[in-house]
């Protein structure tokens, strides 16, 4: 880091502040997808004014695109005066529900005692800020380096990234021969290189019964009691058994470095009434039952196993128990990527932690995916990891905030990896 690239950071303090803030102004929220090609609108005047050639893509016939609700993402390049590699800086645009238990506006990007308040503003506006104002910081004081400098936008990575990263990574615009160092700002710390994530598979278990009157219950067979002996069976057999697998990668935090499983959601009988529906609910057993589970795997398993642990389970039980039958289907299944601790992206960033913060820098890995599994997978580019500032535990919480001065640490660290690359 040079004096004027130190400077060139901390002068924009308040630029910071205010882009932080403006990005969570507008509520991205996904589900359903609002307002991203309002905030990609955005991204572009500013992109554009610091001399970036933009791009705005809408991912058409992705998971969740419609006229009402499309998948817009955008892609910024500034090239420089001479040959050289192109490091991108990929952001989703994206939040998350906000939840109960806000004590600020969700919305507002209020500034309070040198932190920003607001959804996404860990996940993963401010890292998104961030990389804007390391680029324009280091273009500043480098006018004439070597390479390209991107920057993108991306939709939905909170439900998969297949409108947003997957859908680019298919058009080609993480092939190698074009980006060679693409660096994630998720929040996993300003002193920690995230390497990779773990696995993911996602799927729906469904229970069968059969409809008669309430009052006659025997008449009829129960699917959610049927429901309640998958889940009494995860509770005594699954669940114990993920707890006592540990895996060798340096998955953050610690107990995310055995295999987990959460039931993401359970329906059951009726459906719920609308909310101006004042009657009482129909006197029914439930023919069916429906569960969704995020079972989250380490790079040590193999998914056909993981698949394979649930349905013997199943299986099991429509061998023991009455009546019982099931059908098991896949919703989403995520493989575990893992960047080499010797790639030259890993070893820029965590040598410019210690030379920013002092300190060495921290290898880990996400307990949960982000949109590195389709530049390594579809993009089959290897060189890639997350880095950013944000406190990971904050992420998807109420009142979520990002330090300022955590954004400019960052900042520093990722303009003096674009110097590192980027000056001949």
Request: proline share 6%.
């Amino acid at each position: 880091m040079t004096t004027a690239l130190t400077h060139a950071i901390t002068d924009r303090r308040d630029d910071l502040i205010a882009l932080t803030q403006d990005l969570i102004r507008i509520p991205t929220l996904n589900p359903p997808g609002e307002n991203y090609r309002e905030i990609c609108e955005y991204l572009d005047r500013r992109l554009r004014g610091a001399g970036f050639q933009t791009e705005l893509i809408r991912a058409h016939d992705t998971p969740g695109d419609s006229d009402r609700y499309p998948r817009w993402n955008i892609v910024a390049r500034r090239d420089g005066g001479l040959a050289g590699d192109c490091v991108h800086f990929n952001s989703h645009i994206d939040v998350v529900a906000l939840g109960t238990g806000w004590t600020v506006d969700p919305f507002g990007g209020a500034l309070i005692d040198g932190r920003i308040y607001g959804r996404g503003a860990c996940d993963m506006k401010g890292g998104l800020a961030t990389s804007i104002i390391a680029a324009e910081a280091f273009i500043a004081t480098h006018p004439d380096f070597a390479g390209a400098i991107e920057i993108s936008g991306t939709a939905d990575e909170e439900s998969g990234g297949y409108g947003g990263v997957a859908y680019l990574a298919e058009q080609g615009y993480f092939d190698p021969a074009r980006v060679q160092h693409v660096i994630i700002p998720e929040p996993l710390n300003k002193d920690r290189v995230c390497l990779g994530h773990r696995g993911g598979w996602w799927a729906e278990i469904e229970t069968f019964g059969e409809i008669a009157h309430g009052s006659m219950p025997f008449l009829g067979d129960c699917a959610v009691r049927h429901m309640g002996a998958v889940l009494s069976t995860f509770e005594t057999t699954l669940y114990p058994a993920l707890a006592a697998r540990t895996t060798a990668m340096p998955v953050v935090p610690e107990g995310a470095r055995s295999s987990t499983m959460n039931i993401n959601a359970i329906h059951g009988g009726q459906p719920e009434p609308a909310d101006d529906y004042t009657g009482l609910p129909a006197h029914c057993v439930p023919d069916s039952c429906r569960i969704v589970i995020d079972r989250r795997f380490l790079v040590e398993e193999n998914i056909d196993d993981v698949r394979s642990e649930v349905k013997d389970l199943l299986e099991r039980l429509k061998a023991s128990r009455a009546k019982f039958d099931y059908a098991l289907r896949d919703i989403n299944v995520v493989l575990p990527s893992m960047t080499d601790r010797n790639a030259p992206v890993v070893q820029v960033i965590a040598d410019q932690i210690a030379a920013v913060l002092g300190t060495p820098a921290q290898f880990v890995a996400s307990p949960g995916t982000y949109d590195q599994k389709h530049i390594d997978r579809i993009g089959k580019l290897k060189n890639c990891i997350a880095y950013g500032p944000g406190i990971l535990e904050l992420a998807h919480k109420p009142d979520e905030f990002i330090g300022v001065d955590d954004m400019i640490d960052s900042a520093k660290v990722m303009a003096g990896a674009l110097a590192n690359i980027l000056v001949p």
